[in-house]
């Protein structure tokens, strides 16, 4: 039977690499509905080869310059119009939007009752508590390989057996330095990943240990654990994304080669899985390892796991916090170490904003601790 | 609630670990059953100390010299006792007998409806089709540590998704070697074994990866594969067990440190499992390696599965003919590589014995290899 699937986000990196799952696999899938920000040409190629229904840009487009029958496939307009898509009943959701449209679709996605393939990372991070309010058991399956990888251990697995989940951390390029060395690396120093080829903010946050620290926050919403249940290792080669720890101490392992397609594509097939090209592990000849993380360098992990035990407005904070710092590094306005000197500060003084319960209180804290961050990146910049 | 077992071959190194995890939890456990080969003395210690009903003992023995209150627990004795204590309705019978007297009880327990945690080699390696016949799915837990974590691996999964599953191997003292070294190796060299502390016959059977070679045979009962979907990866930390294969390529690994406590409390327990103490596997400066086995010159792992590929009587002689060229090894008859030549020249002469669903045909392959092997061991003895 093929599934009915919208993709949320499809001219992004999650959103093309689910489009070749569905073109390896076009009688798996029948592609119910696409959006996008602003990419209007590559959205309207893609709903043409897929044949899509209906196709959502959150940006209103200038439809003068577009051939009359492309224009007339897009149905839903403007902002909040990924939301609307994502409401219509299909078998499976996958957001793969980045930003806070990201939350507000899944938000609408769950309370339609369509189940959320995710890969926004706002919806956890800012928005877990309400969002995991939404979603019965099983109604989100996580997209992130780490997430996936945890997701697939525990699967079939009674929670009562369940001591703790591994989250693996690649550590990024700056994991062997010592600490003096870090203090004057810029940007071009963190951009080089070893394994994984990411987006500019996600490498310097996997070097800062800031994305395990939100990868921390959004394993604690999607599995139920406190945060002191979950176990960061830095594993270099990325071949392990995640596991459980039974309580006769046990340990059941997540392994694939690093390739996004395979979380992917068992987000949207879930509880089936197909081949989509990805290697094999290689076991001739491997050598994995497995670190402790350094917390007393990278402080971002331990501030990301305060902000997260905190609650409320504080993984918001913690997230938009990060978003202004590394701006500030990118731009060569503060030191890579002062990444977490500023999100701390933004930390120690975050006022009450209510509930994160609408879009409206998570976006205040979001502007708040970016304007906040902005400001002290000022003060303490060299 | 607490749970019936019956402990067979309890005075053995698998039972005494049994009783170790029914110590720890005496209130998980009712002992409703021991059996023993010969070893009255700790026999009767064991049934006072659990307040056993029912005691077992294969070998006659001389009641004059026991204690009268000790010498009245023992109801059943002679060849075959413990196959009729196996056939006592219990939760679950462990089976850690070493030898033939396992198949049988193994196949006595089966039939007589109970589950059996299996630690007896011969129950698959010579009786597989037999014993999985009689065995309605998840009425066999696995108690040996590689089958065991494929177990866990495989649980709650769907078989039409897994590919292959994933057998790991210590590759023994010897896996560095080059071929030429080997050539004069002796008893005292294979004896060394880097992680697990074992009897002499297994710790030769795991220098010369025979002992692999017989695991692979009962994966393929155990969990209905193909033997070409066996895969056996060489892992010299012994910290990963085994693993399945998905067909997306995904791995899902098992891993524990190498402490027999683990499987068999899983065993014992499932689906529940607790703490037996065992430590904790440490993931702080940690190194796992995996390599392909050297078939070329560790030929015993081949054999064995050509061996199980030809299925009927060819199991069962290459386990007898490995343990006559064992035994030829270490008296110093014949050399360390010989031990495959002996079991390769003894499978291809194996005679027609008709269907292995016997213990009479059966037993009858095992003495006729036997002796072949042990005359094979004289002819080409240096």
């Known amino acids: 039977m093929r599934r009915r699937l919208t993709i949320l986000g499809s001219t992004g990196s999650v959103g093309r690499q689910a489009l070749d799952v ?40 200038d439809v003068s310059s577009l051939p009359r029958d492309l224009a007339n496939r897009i149905e839903v307009t403007g902002p ?19 930003g806070f449209a990201g939350l507000s679709a899944t938000v609408g996605a769950l309370q339609a009752g369509n189940t959320v393939a995710l890969a926004n990372k706002e919806s956890l991070v800012a928005g877990g508590e309400w969002v995991m309010n939404l979603a019965p058991s099983n109604r989100i399956i996580p997209v992130d390989s780490e997430h996936s990888a945890i997701f697939q251990c525990l699967e079939g697995r009674d929670a009562s057996e369940v001591d703790r989940i591994l989250l693996t951390a690649s550590g990024g390029p700056f994991f062997e330095r010592p600490k003096a060395e870090l203090l004057d690396a810029g940007p071009e120093d963190a951009l080089r990943h070893p394994t ?12 800062s240990m800031m994305n395990k620290g939100l990868e921390v926050i959004e394993a604690h919403h999607l599995f139920g654990v406190p945060y002191e249940d979950v176990r960061v290792v830095v594993h270099r080669q990325s071949v392990v994304h995640g596991g459980a720890i ?19 594509a068992f987000g949207i097939l879930h ?16 050598t994995w390892t497995f670190d402790e993380p ?7 992990l331990p501030l990301a ?27 060569g306005r503060i030191k890579f170490l002062q990444i977490a000197d500023v999100i701390e500060e933004v930390l120690e003084i975050v006022p009450d904003f209510g509930k994160m319960q609408s879009m409206e209180n998570i976006e205040a804290v979001d502007r708040w601790a970016r304007s906040a961050a902005t400001r002290f990146a000022q003060d303490i910049a060299p």
């Open 305 to 331: 796991i305060q902000a997260g035990q905190a609650g409320g407005p504080y993984p918001v904070a913690l997230n938009a916090a990060n978003e202004a710092a590394v701006e500030a590094f990118l731009e």
């Open 271 to 286: 509880p089936e899985r197909v081949d989509v090209g990805a290697q094999p592990i290689g076991f001739d000849a491997a």
């Open 294 to 300: 350094r917390n007393d360098v990278f402080r971002c």
């Open 80 to 98: 909040g119009a990924a939301r609307r898509l994502a409401e219509e009943p299909v078998d499976v959701v996958l957001n793969g939007i980045v």
């Open 196 to 207: 994984w080829q990411m987006g500019t903010k996600i490498t310097i946050d996997s070097a």
């Open 22 to 61: 569905v073109r390896a696999h076009p009688d798996r899938f029948e592609v119910a509905g696409l959006s996008a920000a602003s990419n209007v040409d590559l959205l309207l190629e893609q709903a043409a080869e897929f044949d899509v229904g209906r196709v959502a840009l959150e940006r209103e487009p």
């Open 246 to 264: 039974f309580r006769d101490g046990s340990v059941i392992l997540h392994a694939a080669v690093p390739d996004m397609r395979l979380p992917i």
